[in-house]
Nanobody, 126 residues
Framework: QIQLVESGGGSVQAGGSLTLSCVAS????????MGWFRQAPGKEREGVAT????????FYADSVKGRFTISHDNAKRTTNLQMHSLKPEDTAMYYC???????????????????WGQGTQVTVSS
């Protein structure tokens, strides 16, 4: 059974930093697409950052490039999202997700993420 458990959310002031973590279980973590997505109240879910655990190739939404960094640790089966220079518009529920990397495809923001965690709230105040 695939499980994803997020942690690390909280409340910070604008300009602050947070690191989200996602611990995965129940599948072959070392060759999977991992991603962080977010959804703010009244808005659609959007991709934030993704990574392929097989070669560390990563993709970012334009809105977070230069501020957020996605990384992973195969031994710990953990995917992290370091968030710096946080803005009020980063406020959202953040979800970890995983899915297969299909042959010839990238683990980008449009990849097939079929499994999701419960989410962790990030609130940035001005």
């Amino acid at each position: 059974q695939i499980q994803l458990v997020e942690s690390g959310g909280g409340s910070v002031q604008a300009g602050g930093s947070l690191t989200l973590s996602c611990v995965a279980s129940g599948y072959t973590y070392s060759s999977a697409c991992m991603g962080w997505f977010r959804q703010a109240p009244g808005k659609e879910r959007e991709g934030v950052a993704t990574i392929y655990t097989g070669d560390d190739s990563a993709f970012y939404a334009d809105s977070v490039k230069g501020r957020f960094t996605i990384s992973h640790d195969n031994a710990k089966r953990t995917t992290n999202l370091q968030m710096h220079s946080l803005k009020p518009e980063d406020t959202a529920m953040y979800y970890c997700a995983t899915g297969p990397r299909w042959a010839g495809a990238d683990c980008d923001l449009d990849a097939d993420f079929g499994y999701w965690g419960q989410g962790t709230q990030v609130t940035v105040s001005s």
